[in-house]
């Protein structure tokens, strides 16, 4: 069965820092989101991305924040200058079409920020 | 009013039991709603979905209840098994737009002891 891959599963950073977060969307998939969790509290959107721009985000994605689709198939995330508080779960999810809703979720990547 | 307001925070059933989380939105633009099931260390993965245009939907030992008046959704988990132990998640959006992003509840977290 198809399924959205994450790397890397743990990322460990120092505060100021830029890291970039890789996603691998199910092959047919047309729509991505970020989505963020922290320790012990609800998933939050991020932002969601069509047609190689983002078409919805969140105030939690801020200037810090940028999304890309470099190539046919990765999906990131890059934090410029990471904070102590950008320390959470990064899960990416995938969609279909725009008949679709069903979002499917990634194993996410923990980032550490030190 | 983009919250969804879930409880209880955490659930404790025997096996065989029936375990109820409820859910309440006050957004009536949200025309979708998800109950996400996440293992620890895991991504969300969908286990059911409702549309506001029936009152439940059924798949398996799990059935959502849905009350539109009520702005009120629920899941049950009937003959509950110690491998539903879990942190379950609704989630609801509005399918009007491309974005169709997701909004979380706070998660609960059940336990079946065997």
């Known amino acids: 069965e198809p399924e959205v891959t994450q790397t890397p599963s743990h990322q460990v950073t120092q505060m100021g820092q830029e890291v970039i977060l890789r996603c691998v969307p199910i092959s047919n998939h047309l729509y991505f989101y970020w989505y963020r969790q922290i320790l012990g509290q609800k998933v939050e959107f991020l932002v969601s991305f069509y047609n190689n721009e983002i078409s919805e985000k969140s105030e939690i994605f801020d200037d810090q924040f940028s999304v890309e689709r470099p190539d046919g198939s990765n999906f990131t995330l890059k934090i410029r200058s990471t904070k102590l508080e950008d320390s959470a779960m990064y899960f990416c999810a995938s969609r279909w079409t725009g008949g679709t809703d069903t979002q499917y979720f990634g194993p996410g990547t923990r980032l550490t920020v030190l | 009013q983009q919250q969804v307001k879930q409880s209880p925070q955490s659930l404790i059933v025997q096996k065989g039991g029936i375990s109820i989380i409820n859910c309440a939105y006050e957004?009536?633009?949200?025309?979708?709603f998800p109950w996400y099931q996440q293992f620890p260390g895991k991504g969300p993965a969908l286990l059911i979905a409702i549309r506001p245009d029936v009152s439940e939907k059924k798949e398996g030992r799990f059935t959502i209840s849905f009350n539109k008046s009520a702005k009120q959704f629920s899941l049950h988990i009937m003959d509950s098994q110690p491998g539903d132990s879990a942190t379950y998640f609704c989630?609801?959006?509005?399918?009007?737009?491309?974005?169709?992003?997701?909004?979380f509840g706070s998660g609960t977290q059940l336990t079946v002891l065997p």
């Open positions: 957004n009536t633009a949200f025309d979708y």
């Open positions: 989630a609801a959006s509005s399918t009007t737009g491309s974005a169709r992003q997701l909004t």
